[in-house]
């Protein structure tokens, strides 16, 4: 399946206490044992993945798995962020029960963002809590997934609404899963990579500038070592903040504006990496604004996430229509829209805004 | 509404570093500002409470709240272990997202163990998590639901089967709630604190014979130690244990035959104290039998258990049924069968045990 590697895979260690555990990234992870090593012991593991990744994936992991458990059952969801809702999550429930899974149960996420959400919820509260591990096929799963130990569903009234802090025992990001990413989700993944630079690293958004085409073209190495630097500055950020009190919010950059763009489409209609890509243009304006970053800063990052095959202007929802949305937003806080600004290239905040120049930069950033 | 106390408030700490609480114990706490002070600052609370608690209390706890809160919501659920469900609890869901509830809102739990349950479980998730705090009006809920961290509903296929360990804000037990319980409902409380007997302290066993009639005249003073002692021992035992890996198991002294009855006779037609408390007569004869304690004891718990209002004589379900069920269990490890058994009084251990002598347990407890 995978082409001889020439790499050992990379590690990031996430350091949680007693919820301390391992991103592992490399091709052909999927086949290999060691992957798989060290996990809690149980008698059974069920893999949840969805309809879109089954086919492709679901049959090598089974059978890495049957090593290591005696039993190794399958929920295989429908595709798409339509399906993140309490009536999917609870076909993971019912296969659970069906089977007579107990405590110990480790639960494995095989695909994007959707099925780690729900897989991650599933498994901090099936009896209150029991093992998971993310294994995350999409790029933007790899590097935004794989820290922070966020889960959820969505409710009618609101994205995300319902989830848990929860943390995996492991990560396992096998680069050769991407690919089969649509050249549209490798773009969406690319812009929470991007992301890192502007509000953490400029060293690392000068790597990106340089890598863009190796990472378009999918080169292993290049996606290790993006995939392991996100990680690690997500790591970082929230290791000093795992419950989303404060300095963590900064890794929102461009997902104030992004939010209100997928909210006022309608979910699905952009992708979430579009969506961000986009806010984040929106938030850099901002931040020039602010007076925080000069208007070549901006024009570089802007120029970049379009080389990423992101678009760079926002749907003309009309201005208030934006605002009404981004007050609605959970990270709102008694109606008052919080941003993330980039301060110095490198360095982002958190902060409030005049409405009249969030306008302007709805203004110009939109058509 | 109530009578001027004599008494100022007992109090018990939970340790839980930075998840500690105060456990507030007294008759009149729902009225006294002080009860509710120094709670995580919000512009909304939430009150959750049924429609059987909610004509006695909500409007006295909604009065104390205003003073705090801008904003205090309700939501009144049907009142019923048969709607420990999702669909009930998406209606607290509904009504924080409906109000535009954000992640700082405060929830209360107004109620006995299903309503605590049910606000503990949609506070763990909201938003992945808000401050709530407990008031619970059952006997039951104020000595098991005080202490442990422990919220879920039920599943279709188990019960408590989906739900967080979560830690409340703090939890204040008003005794004269106790006043508008029904007897059979005091009694079903009386199991949980005479279950702290035999696996923790001969000494608080003594104390309950010798004012097992003040509990059941719903003295104050008497129901103030007996709730404050149930809390403490419990804390002892969570605080070694909060994800119950192991000691806390000891807790479930009477519930694996306990549910057991509950399960086989459909949930609802006993009540869980009066299921425990039948539970433990059939425990006890199983640790007699195992050596960990003599007839005399086992006659002096029974005799106990009985003066509480209690059943001690289990359903003819068959001695077949009842193993099946408890191989079923939620702490059932590979299908075998964990028992609590007291070693000797004020000494609980979890084990395993011969099933023949189960099934002579069951032949002399069950007609």
């Given at each position: 399946?995978?082409?001889p590697r020439s790499e050992p895979p990379q590690q990031v260690r996430i350091a949680l206490g007693d919820r301390s555990y391992h991103i592992r990234i490399g091709a052909g992870l999927l086949d290999e044992a060691a992957s798989w090593d060290a996990?809690?012991?149980?008698?059974?593991a069920l893999v949840v993945t969805n309809t879109t990744v089954a086919p492709l994936y679901l049959e090598r992991l089974r059978a890495a798995l049957t090593t290591r458990y005696r039993a190794v059952f399958d929920v295989v969801l429908p595709d798409g962020e339509e399906y993140?809702?309490?009536?999917?999550?609870?076909?993971?429930?019912?296969?659970?029960?069906?089977?007579?899974?107990?405590?110990?149960?480790?639960?494995?996420?095989?695909?994007?963002?959707?099925?780690?959400?729900?897989?991650?919820?599933?498994?901090?509260?099936?009896?209150?809590?029991?093992?998971?591990?993310?294994v995350p096929t999409t790029l933007l799963a790899q590097v935004d997934s794989s820290v922070g130990g966020k889960t959820a569903i969505n409710h009618p009234l609101g994205k995300n609404m319902i989830g848990a802090f929860y943390q995996p025992a492991r990560v396992v990001c096998d680069l050769d899963t991407l690919r089969t990413l649509p050249a549209r989700e490798l773009s969406a993944g690319l812009a929470e990579v991007i992301k890192y630079g502007p509000?953490?690293?400029?060293?690392?958004?000068d790597w990106i500038e340089a890598n863009i085409d190796a990472l378009l073209a999918r080169e292993p190495q290049a996606l290790a070592h993006a995939v392991k630097r996100s990680c690690e500055i997500k790591a970082e950020v929230v290791g000093q903040d795992e419950r989303e009190s404060g300095l963590r919010a900064i890794l929102n950059?461009?997902?104030?504006?992004?939010?209100?763009?997928?909210?006022?489409?309608?979910?699905?209609?952009?992708?979430?990496?579009?969506?961000?890509?986009?806010?984040?243009?929106?938030?850099?304006?901002?931040?020039?604004?602010l007076g925080g970053v000069d208007a070549a800063f901006v024009q570089r990052v802007?120029?970049?996430?379009?080389?990423?095959?992101?678009?760079t202007v926002g749907p003309a929802l009309g201005a208030e229509r934006y605002l009404e949305l981004m007050r609605v937003d959970k990270k709102a806080e008694a109606g008052e829209i919080r941003f993330v600004v980039i301060e110095r290239p490198g360095q982002a905040a958190v902060r409030a805004a005049p409405d009249d120049q969030v306008r302007?930069?709805?203004?110009e950033s939109t058509r």
């Open positions: 399946m995978s082409a996990l809690p012991p149980a008698a059974a993140k809702d309490w009536a999917t999550l609870n076909r993971i429930f019912d296969a659970l029960l069906s089977h007579g899974c107990d405590r110990k149960t480790v639960l494995f996420a095989l695909g994007g963002g959707v099925v780690g959400d729900m897989a991650g919820f599933a498994a901090a509260s099936y009896m209150r809590g029991v093992p998971f591990v993310q509000i953490a690293d400029p060293a690392f958004l950059f461009g997902h104030t504006f992004g939010h209100a763009i997928e909210a006022g489409l309608g979910y699905g209609e952009w992708l979430h990496g579009e969506a961000v890509g986009c806010g984040m243009v929106m938030a850099l304006r901002l931040s020039q604004r802007t120029a970049l996430i379009a080389r990423a095959g992101l678009p302007e930069v709805l203004a």
